[in-house]
């Protein structure tokens, strides 16, 4: 049962409490890359299609570039894992 006079907790920040708008901005773009990422490998294995290799050619510059913004992302991501169980995630 709930305690009607416990305060509810406000909504999750992702960038962390009090954070910058630069760190928000990061913590969106990182998350939107991961979610790139995610989508992409999933194409791949279902359907064994690399849609960032269709869309820029294979293992060209861009193609390459937007691997590595992926795998940035990704990296930042292990970052926000400690947050999440302080719960300002």
Known sequence: MVDPNFP???PPDLAG???SRVARVATTVALMLMII???NWALVGLFNMDFVAALFGPMTVATRTVY???GVAAL???TLL???GQGSL
Request: hydrophobic fraction near 45%; avoid cysteine; glycine fraction near 22%.
């Open 8 to 10: 509810v907790p406000p």
């Open 17 to 19: 409490a009090g954070s």
């Open 37 to 39: 990422g995610g989508f």
């Open 68 to 70: 590595v913004a992926v």
């Open 76 to 78: 930042y991501g292990l």
């Open 82 to 84: 400690p947050r999440l």
